[in-house]
């Protein structure tokens, strides 16, 4: 997947949204809620195995900027403070591809702990 890269990064208007091209000719629209609660950072992820955290609340995030780091990856800030994960290009792909399911499984652990989306 090396060979893939976005030629074009760009938020919405409402800053709810980062549309990604690839060179491949695929795009994805990806919601800066998605984005936020599915975070590669150490915040969301952990530093091991079994500590990734469930983020609640961000239904109404928006993305504040996109910083490019090297050329393999972006860093994401957005209005609430967030900002440390490194969005690789495979990875926004992999949102692109699967972020769908993945978010569903996010919203499952969600109300398996009794959280909520909402601010």
Same mark, same amino acid.
Request: hydrophobic content about 35%; cysteine-free.
């Given at each position: 997947?090396? /060979?893939?890269?976005?030629?074009? *990064?760009?938020?919405?208007?409402? %800053?709810? $949204?980062?549309?990604? &091209?690839?060179? /491949?000719?695929?795009?994805?629209? *990806?919601?800066?809620?998605?984005? %936020?609660? $599915?975070?590669?950072? &150490? ?77």
């Amino acid at each position: 997947m090396s /060979d893939i890269w976005p030629t074009e *990064l760009k938020v919405s208007k409402d %800053r709810r $949204l980062l549309s990604v &091209a690839f060179n /491949d000719g695929k795009s994805h629209d *990806l919601p800066a809620e998605m984005l %936020r609660v $599915l975070s590669p950072s &150490a915040e969301v992820k952990g530093h091991g195995p079994g500590q990734q955290v469930t983020v609640p609340g961000k239904r109404n995030v928006e993305i504040n900027a996109v910083i490019p780091t090297g050329n393999y990856a972006v860093r994401i800030g957005f209005n609430d403070g967030h900002d440390t994960g490194i969005f690789t290009w495979a990875y926004l792909r992999e949102l692109g591809e699967k972020g769908g399911e993945m978010f569903v499984a996010y919203e499952a652990d969600l109300a398996a702990k009794g959280l909520s989306r909402g601010n």
